[in-house]
């Protein structure tokens, strides 16, 4: 075994998006572009003399290279010590949690999140920090930053290690220790949740599903919720990773999941489903012939946490992205507990968590986590809501109409415009962005502008600025449009269309989404022109 130095020029366009950087899996297999970007990675974390990284992914194709890769170039950069999922899987929940149970200085997960994989599809890679959440902007920047420059990278020459088997192996001076992707995370689980209390609901009857979507929730889903919950076999759904999800599309949402929605629909639906996406971090959340929104998911949860043992002490606030509907900000209103507005990122929330402001957090896009680890968590969310309904002995359906009842109702929709022209897309954003001074006090009909600008976020924490994080025009009653393009995609430009509407009187709780929101979505195209621009008569995605 020797350390080699490897000469190498950079790749235009290493900079980590929303989420690390992801490219088509034919980018990331040139030569040296996986390499250069995990060396930029190490150079920003300087000397790694004693310490410990962890190292997994979602199981996509080209997960077990670059894994390979990687330990050798950890143990180049003098690594003491690699944590790897067996199999070099790890969800990203899963690496967050195993970062902080294990004092390690970081993780790097290997994941495209939702985006489809395959030879064809997405590869991704993000690093994470000590706290165990996805790196701030400020270090993902100067990763970004040594990837223009960079010439050279140190990896080992060292053969494969076995990924199959758990236990010890060396490359160089450094121990990798492959382990059980479950084990810690599903300790943690047992902490936070009354798992004798959804045992005996369980056992009474109560029928669950949940899709695993062929992505890397599935074997936490089986190992909890059937072997340690006693739901029976079968209760979780494609629960085997497979390096292309199977040929489908790993997003929670209704038009992906779509067999589990099938499932849900029927007259002998289980009481409750759920998905999750590739990498285990979104979830979704349905009851019998019912969706649930994520932000009416964040908002009920909010109200109800106390009914879960690890947050029985109360919330210290809540915190939700931007595009986010405003219904939890109404329950920490309720609860005498700050709401925070954070732009679309997980990141974001990191500050406010590890400052003990924020307790819960959540997104639009299907995710939901709290301080327990530093990312969202889909199987979290699954359990916090069994919790609820073994506590309540009430079906998803009643929590949530009793939570409008109480609180109002949010109406609440996404519309998305994927795979557009990217110059037109954003042109389209800065046609909206030279109108919004003149928008206030316009009479939209039905609503009245109250304000409209380019949301701007300083960190209560570290008084960070983060601009032109999406366009928002806001109705005096309350209700929004946002807009903003995607920081995830691959393919173009996605337009993301937010739409929100307050309303508080119960007699209109159980409109159709898109009809309750029907002026809003002709004020969204008269106001932006999305057909003018993007060609496109209707959103590719409705959530
Ligand atoms: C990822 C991020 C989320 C974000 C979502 C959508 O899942 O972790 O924080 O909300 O992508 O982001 P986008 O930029 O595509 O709207
Ligand atoms: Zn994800």
Known sequence: MSINTVST??????????????????????????????????????????????????????????????????????????????????????????????????????????NPGGPDGDFGIKYNIENGGPAPESVTETIYQHTESITQYRISDAADIDLQRPGAARIEAMDVEVIDPVADYAELMQQLFDFDA?????????????????????????????????????????????ED??????????????????????????DFGAASDGDGDRNMILGRKFDVTPSDSLAVLAAHATLAPGYRAGLKGIARSMP???????????????????????????????????????????????????EKDGVWA????????????????????????????????????????AHAANELMASLRIKLAAMAGQDLGHYVVDFADDFEYKDPVDGSVSKQQGVRIVMTNGSRIVFRLSGTGTEGATLRVYLERYEADPAFHHLPTQQALGPLILIAEQVAGIADWTGRAHPTVTT
Request: a neutral charge; one cysteine or more.
């Open 9 to 114: 020029t950079s790749f235009p366009g290493q900079r980590p998006g929303t989420s690390g950087l992801r490219k088509k899996v034919s980018v990331f297999q040139q030569p040296h572009y996986l390499e250069n970007f995990v060396q930029s990675v190490f150079d920003t974390l300087g000397d790694c003399a004693g310490k410990t990284l962890v190292v997994g992914g979602d199981g996509r194709f080209h997960n077990r290279e670059a894994v390979q890769t990687i330990l050798r170039m950890a143990a180049a950069h003098g690594f003491a010590r690699v944590l790897v999922g067996q199999g070099g899987i790890l969800s990203t929940p899963a690496v967050s949690c195993v970062i902080r149970k294990h004092g390690a200085l970081g993780g790097i997960v290997l994941s495209a999140s939702h």
């Open 382 to 421: 699954v359990l916090f809501w069994l919790n609820l309904l073994a506590a309540t002995g009430k079906s998803v359906e009643q929590l949530v109409s009793e939570h409008w009842a109480r609180f109002g109702r949010n109406y609440y929709s996404r519309h998305d415009y994927e795979g557009v022209d």
């Open 324 to 374: 986010t509907s405003q219904a939890a900000d109404r329950v920490a209103r309720a609860l005498g507990i700050p709401a925070f507005e954070t732009p679309t990122g997980w990141k974001f929330f990191g500050n406010l968590l590890d400052a003990g402001k924020a307790t819960l957090c959540g997104e639009e896009s299907y995710g939901t986590g709290s301080d327990h680890i530093r």
């Open 245 to 270: 999800f199977g040929g489908h599309h790993p997003d929670p949402n209704p038009v992906n999941a779509a067999q589990l929605i099938e499932i849900m629909a029927a007259d002998n639906a289980p």
């Open 198 to 242: 959804i045992r005996q609901l369980i056992a009474g009857g109560f029928r669950l599903c949940f899709d695993g979507m062929h992505a890397v929730s599935g074997p936490y889903a089986k190992a909890i919720l059937e072997d340690q919950l006693g739901a029976p076999a079968g209760s979780v759904i494609n629960a085997v990773p497979l």
